[in-house]
DNA sequence: ATGGGTACCTGTCTGC
DNA sequence: TGCAGACAGGTACCCA
């Protein structure tokens, strides 16, 4: 499910309501990718910090209680690395009810209970004692540029994609350049660039990476604006769904008519994802 | 270093 | 209705 612009939405709606918060329990559900790292008792009494993203990865820093006198076995600062795969979602309730099946992790906090809910189960919270610490350091260390970071450039972009081979798309999706274009954003973006989904990166000049930069950015930054993507169960931390797939131009669009010029627009399988394309808008 | 494939897990939809 | 197969928003890890 989520890509940049769901995780940006989750943090915006979570971060102001959890910052201070301290927490009381954790109740953790069936396992996600990794185990969680530390005994869940040892949180209780840690306050919450201001939650951060990186890539579509979440952290929530949470320090020792102030004046607390926390056992010196136990961790006393450090936070939670989140990551919501291909199906989870964050939900924060002054009220949340029973468990589902579904829901993997509550953090129960004076201010309501943050819970994560994934089917999936792809997605993961693990205790990490800062973001230079393991596991942190090593599940972050090969993400690439934010694609918003002034630091990211036609220039250095084209500096990172001339020595690759594969598909622009393969390349976008794999987040070791730039973060953030998952499934949907990838297609919609190149389709905003002009550019085929299939095109060698060492294909694309500097002219071409300022105008698929430009895109990636306008339509992550829409997304953001519009709340994200629901296509199917995505919901922002107060439940509220986005919207953005009523204005994607190609994504699950196949066999339907381009908007801009009528063809019929395309799926293709690029690394066993499938990619909608514009055959006539979109150029190698 | 790059590339390709596999694995993780559950739910939903399609076609026979 | 039942059932097999394809497919779904991600990414770590293994091998060539």
Not at 33 to 44: H, V
Not at 175 to 179: N, Q, R, T, Y
């Given at each position: 499910m989520p890509e940049l612009p769901e995780v940006e939405v989750t943090r915006a709606s979570l971060a102001r309501r959890l910052l201070g918060a301290q927490v009381v329990a954790v109740r953790l559900g069936k396992p996600l990718?990794?185990?969680?790292?530390?005994?869940?008792?040892?949180?209780?009494g840690m306050r919450a910090g201001d939650m951060a993203r990186r890539g579509k990865y979440l952290w929530l820093p949470l320090a020792g209680q102030d004046g607390g006198v926390p056992p010196?076995?136990?961790?006393?600062a450090g936070g939670l690395l989140l990551h919501l795969g291909m199906s989870g979602s964050l939900n924060l309730s002054d009220a949340p009810g029973p468990a589902g099946p579904?829901?993997?992790f509550d953090l129960l906090t004076d201010r309501g209970t943050l819970r994560l809910t994934d089917p999936r189960r792809f997605g993961a919270v693990v205790w990490s004692e800062?973001?230079?610490?393991e596991p942190a350091r090593k599940l972050l260390a090969r993400l690439g540029a934010e694609?918003?970071?002034?630091?990211?450039t036609a220039h250095s972009l084209h500096r990172a994609l001339r020595s690759r081979r594969v598909a622009i798309k393969t390349a976008l999706l794999g987040?070791?350049?730039?973060?953030g274009a998952g499934n949907i954003y990838a297609s919609e973006a190149l389709f905003l660039a002009g550019?085929?989904?299939?095109?060698?990166?060492?294909?694309?000049?500097l002219m071409r990476c300022d105008r698929m930069l430009a895109a990636l950015r306008l339509t992550l930054a829409r997304a953001i604006e519009l709340g994200?993507?629901?296509?199917r169960d995505f919901r922002d931390a107060h439940g509220v769904a986005g919207a953005f797939q009523a204005e994607a131009?190609?994504?699950?669009?196949?066999?339907?008519?381009?908007?801009?010029?009528?063809s019929t627009i395309r799926r293709i399988v690029q690394g066993q994802r499938s990619t909608f394309f514009c055959p006539v808008c979109q150029r190698r």
């Open positions: 990718r990794w185990a969680m790292g530390c005994e869940p008792a040892s949180l209780a010196p076995e136990l961790p006393r579904h829901d993997h800062s973001l230079d610490a694609p918003f970071d002034p630091a990211l987040g070791d350049i730039v973060v550019i085929d989904p299939r095109t060698r990166c060492d294909r694309i000049g994200g993507s629901t296509l131009r190609v994504y699950a669009r196949e066999g339907l008519a381009c908007l801009q010029c009528g």
